[in-house]
């Protein structure tokens, strides 16, 4: 094992901040106490807010040494070394037993180049250890920083009584000697760790050997040296590229550094292993796993696939593999997985875990919970299952259990920092108030431009219940052409209307959600007409869900439609199967009564599937067949064909170029044909989105697109119709 420096070790235990107090003959837990919210406000790195919670918690539980633990830990997150310790020293106050304490705050104050300090705090965590080893290693290293070598000497043979045999110690005297020998006048220059004063490169001499640099690689690394280590380790590989064993160490060094420059070293080496050996197990394990550790998901499953082609008989790693598949959204590859698991091992926790996680991830939470509520049973808190169990309940329209959940989580298990902030997100964002701003245009070609702009927002005043409001303003405008009558009736080429709503949705069950809103629609300087939206989704099971709408709106096809004020009645349900994963099938009908006595139908069925699922590009092919018809067309501004039939096949693409930047563009090519054609002709759309974060809670989101058709369509028959859009939404989340 390697041997750890006198800083490290207090500095991590410091940042990941666990919430035991830990002493020699006492355990006290006060995770009760910690208030849900200033945890929350930490991983998402609001460090003030969580600073004012904590304070607030104090106030209420005075004698909670962990809130000020807390505290503590946000200063040294920020740099802030001084307050940091003063903070922590509040804890020290009212647990003075913690050895942990004072060893956090030695590393505080050796941080913060206070070594008077922090050698202070080492002995009296040494007060209540005297046996342990680490903590003599940190009063030698701080002792020497002060030059102090009585104290210095005195920690190395207090080592060596516990530990005869520890280099460290030895090495420490042995230098103490040769010091003295050599200095007449008895005095020593202080010897500051390099934490402190920045890292020294080794200096390697031209004549050495490629065994002479790997050896003092280890050596280097024995004593924390990385920098030097990896100096030492490329000096060796470069004197001798195709070996084995120093490109393993040149992996493996990099691998654990992780810093700048890191990775290429990594899998250049990897790379050149492989060249030679091209199933070494372990160099293809650890590729693999490396890949995974740095997100690069499509890298990670084809160097796992490689593994398990070598080795199939590796029942972990199986585990591994599927794992991988999910995270990079394929899913059927991620059963197929599993199912080899299941078919060569049997029903273990392991597959049991990651078949709840492919559950939930595939949309059939409901399938999920028999597993982590089972398993629970007998491992209350463990991680996996209680994060699997927090995403089914917030798929399953359960978010007040699901945060409930979360809470327990973040209680349980505050140093699973990363995936505990992934997990904040998923289940918090969708809930905060949202506020949106959005502009759009179209233009048709029988002349007619919509302009819209529309301010809207929503609030959850519980995880159950959600409020919106919103207004809309409409400009519309026409080029008259020869034998096109879409003016108003007064014969104006403009018009333009407004609307306002209010609106609300709650969760009654996991399987229901019920919602609703009610408005006004007022054209100029009309008199404004009521309208409204009712509706409903169900989701009784897994695979099957049903989404139903009625509404009363205004029928703004055209500024002649606008202008007489047609009304549209309609009622749309749809029946969405899933059958197989990533797989789907939509059934749509809706029946539409028009204030002009007009009537209408639709009826339009749409498969889909996935069919490219990687990190960055997922690949949906379709089809999409409708059956429209209308009673009569009454030239009121509206295309309405007696009998209107559209067959396309679609793709959509989904590019994710980062985190905050992301694509998807959909494509539409097929036939028409209305009872003004004589046969099918041409009908075709085009969209691109994209969606950008801008800043930290703003995200842009733009649409545009075009379609086409030849033959028949549009609002004027007989003639080839095309229709080009624009829209700009962005979004901004309190």
Not at 706 to 726: D, E, H, K, Q
């Amino acid at each position: 094992m390697k041997s750890k420096s006198f800083l490290i070790i207090p500095i991590v235990l410091l940042l990941i901040a666990p919430f035991y107090v830990i002493g020699e003959d006492k355990k006290i837990d006060y995770k009760a106490d910690l208030p849900i919210e200033g945890l929350e406000a930490e991983v998402i790195k609001n460090f003030p807010k969580a600073i004012q919670i904590y304070k607030e918690a104090i106030s209420k539980h005075p004698k909670n040494p962990m809130l000020w633990e807390r505290i503590s830990n946000i200063e040294l997150s920020l740099k802030h070394y001084i307050p940091a310790a003063d903070v922590l020293k509040e804890a020290i106050k009212i647990d003075p037993d913690n050895v942990e304490y004072y060893d956090n705050l030695s590393a505080i104050y050796s941080t913060a180049e206070r070594p008077k300090e922090s050698i202070e705090a080492i002995e009296k965590a040494l007060q209540k250890q005297p046996n342990n080893l680490q903590f003599w290693r940190e009063r030698a290293d701080l002792a020497s920083w002060l030059a102090d070598v009585v104290k210095e000497e005195d920690s190395y043979r207090k080592i060596l009584k516990l530990d005869p045999n520890n280099q460290y110690a030895i090495d420490g005297l042995k230098r103490i000697r040769q010091q003295r020998e050599g200095n007449t006048k008895n005095t020593f220059t202080p010897r500051i760790p390099k934490y402190f004063v920045g890292r020294s490169i080794v200096r390697l001499a031209k004549n050495e050997s490629a065994e002479y640099y790997a050896r003092r690689s280890l050596e280097f690394l024995k004593e924390d040296k990385t920098d030097e280590a990896v100096v030492a380790i490329e000096k060796a590989v470069v004197m001798e590229p195709n070996n084995i064993n120093y490109l393993k160490r040149r992996a493996a060094i990099a691998s654990d550094r992780k810093q700048l420059g890191d990775f290429q070293r990594a899998q250049d080496s990897y790379n050149r292993i492989l060249k030679v050996h091209k199933s070494d197990k372990k160099t293809l394990l650890e590729q693999a796993r490396f890949n995974r550790d740095h997100d690069y998901l499509n890298a990670a499953t084809r160097d796992y696939a490689l593994y398990l082609k070598y080795y199939p008989n590796s029942q972990k790693i199986w585990i591994e593999y599927a794992q991988v598949l999910r995270w990079k959204g394929d899913g059927r590859s991620a059963k197929r997985a599993l199912d080899t698991y299941l078919e060569k091992y049997g029903e273990t926790k392991d597959y049991n875990i990651e078949k709840a996680f492919l559950l939930v991830a595939t949309n059939r939470p409901k399938s999920s919970f028999w597993i982590w509520s089972n398993l629970l049973k007998k491992d209350p808190d463990n991680y996996d299952l209680l994060y699997v169990k927090s995403l089914a309940l917030n798929n399953n329209n359960e978010k007040k259990e699901a945060l409930e959940t979360l809470g327990s989580i973040l209680r349980l298990h505050p140093k699973e920092f990363g995936d505990n902030e992934e997990l904040l997100k998923t289940l918090k964002n969708p809930l905060r108030p949202t506020v949106n701003l959005g502009i759009g245009t179209s233009t048709d070609s029988d002349g007619v431009k919509i302009r819209p702009i529309e301010l809207s927002g929503k609030y959850f005043i519980t995880p159950k219940t959600m409020i919106e409001a919103g207004a809309n303003h409409s400009f519309l405008s026409v080029t008259p052409k020869t034998g096109d009558n879409l003016v108003t009736i007064q014969g104006n080429s403009n018009i333009q209307f407004t609307k306002g709503w209010l609106g609300a949705s709650h969760q009654i069950l996991p399987e229901l959600r019920l919602g609703a809103k009610v408005g006004e629609t007022r054209v100029q300087q009309s008199k404004g007409f009521f309208i409204y939206e009712i509706s409903a989704f169900v989701n009784p099971v897994d695979k099957i869900s049903f989404d139903f709408l009625s509404a009363r709106e205004l029928y703004a096809e055209s500024p002649l439609a606008t202008s007489l004020n047609i009304k549209r009645l309609y009622n749309r349900g749809s029946i969405i199967l899933e059958p197989l994963i990533e797989t789907t099938l939509t059934f749509i009908g809706e029946n539409s009564h028009y204030s002009d006595k007009n009537r209408s139908y639709l009826i339009e069925v749409v498969p889909n599937t996935g069919v490219v699922r990687s990190q960055y590009i997922s690949l949906d092919l379709g089809l999409d067949a409708a059956w429209q018809g209308y009673n009569s067309n009454p030239a009121n501004g509206y295309y309405a064909p007696l009998s209107l039939k559209v067959y396309k096949a679609t793709s959509s693409i989904a590019i994710t170029q980062s985190e905050d930047v992301g694509y998807t563009f959909t494509v539409g090519a097929g036939v028409q044909k209305d009872e003004t054609m004589t046969q099918y002709g041409f009908a075709g759309d085009i969209a691109l989105e994209g969606a950008f974060r801008v800043f930290k809670d703003w995200q842009l989101t733009l649409l545009a697109g075009a379609s086409r058709t030849n033959g028949g369509g549009g609002i004027t028959v007989g003639r080839n119709y095309y229709l080009y859009t624009f829209n700009a939404l962005i979004t901004k989340r309190f």
